[in-house]
Antibody, heavy 118, light 108 residues
Framework: QVQLVQSGAEVKKPGASVKLSCKAS????????MHWVRQAPGQGLEWMGI????????SYVQKFQGRVTMTRDTSTTTVYMELSSLRSEDTAVYYC???????????WGQGTRVTVSS | EIVLTQSPGTLSLSPGERATLSCRAS???????LAWYQQKPGQAPRLLIY???NRATGFPDRFSGSGSGTDFTLTISRLEPEDFAVYYC?????????FGQGTKLEIK
């Protein structure tokens, strides 16, 4: 069915990098923008950035500039989000979410928990 | 950046009661670009309302959205036990896309 399936949980040390994946199924991958949203424990939702799967262009929230890279592989209908120089404050669940034109984020992955701890 | 402020932070109500959740923006949001999401513990958010008042697939008509400009409202006419969750508003018309801090709807 139409779904986004994310990679499994990660545990990283401060200063390391993490690369998460989000595989899209059963829809035309290049027709929908994809976003990454994170949620720290007990906190709200924080938008990180967007990737356009058709051309690969990206836009990131300023606070993550220089640390985040979003890419895509159209052959496997997968988007990736790499976050570098990890710190404890990056401990969160990371979600990918599909944007349906003017209609909000209509499809979400199940989330990937990232724990940053020494 | 458009800052969204939701109120109240926590709303304690009983099943059958009416819930009114508010989302106020620091500057005008294009009305097609205001959404509400429902999130239950351990789950991903789920699109509830888009374009300020359009109900997403799977949600009953007891959920309704309204508002324009800087003031938006989510109303649940008669609460059912499965409606108790956290609700977030989001604007997606102006980058960076932003979320409100959430309203927790809890059983009284």
């Amino acid at each position: 069915q139409v779904q986004l399936v994310q990679s499994g949980a990660e545990v990283k040390k401060p200063g390391a990098s993490v690369k998460l994946s989000c595989k899209a199924s059963e829809y035309t991958f290049t027709n929908y923008y994809m976003h990454w949203v994170r949620q720290a424990p007990g906190q709200g939702l924080e938008w990180m950035g967007i990737i356009h799967p058709s051309g690969g262009s990206t836009s990131y929230v300023q606070k993550f500039q220089g640390r985040v890279t979003m890419t895509r592989d159209t052959s496997t209908t997968t988007v990736y989000m790499e976050l570098s120089s990890l710190r404890s404050e990056d401990t969160a669940v990371y979600y990918c979410a599909r944007e349906r034109g003017n209609d909000g984020f209509d499809l979400w992955g199940q989330g990937t928990r990232v724990t940053v701890s020494s | 950046e458009i800052v969204l402020t939701q109120s109240p932070g926590t709303l304690s109500l009983s099943p059958g009661e009416r819930a009114t959740l508010s989302c106020r923006a620091s500057r005008s949001v294009g009305s097609p670009y205001l959404a509400w999401y429902q999130q239950k513990p351990g789950q991903a958010p789920r699109l509830l309302i888009y374009g300020a008042f359009n109900r997403a697939t799977g949600f009953p008509d007891r959920f309704s959205g309204s508002g324009s400009g800087t003031d938006f409202t989510l109303t649940i006419s008669r609460l059912e036990p499965e409606d108790f969750a956290v609700y977030y508003c989001q604007q997606y018309g102006s980058s960076p896309y932003t979320f409100g801090q959430g309203t927790k709807l809890e059983i009284k």
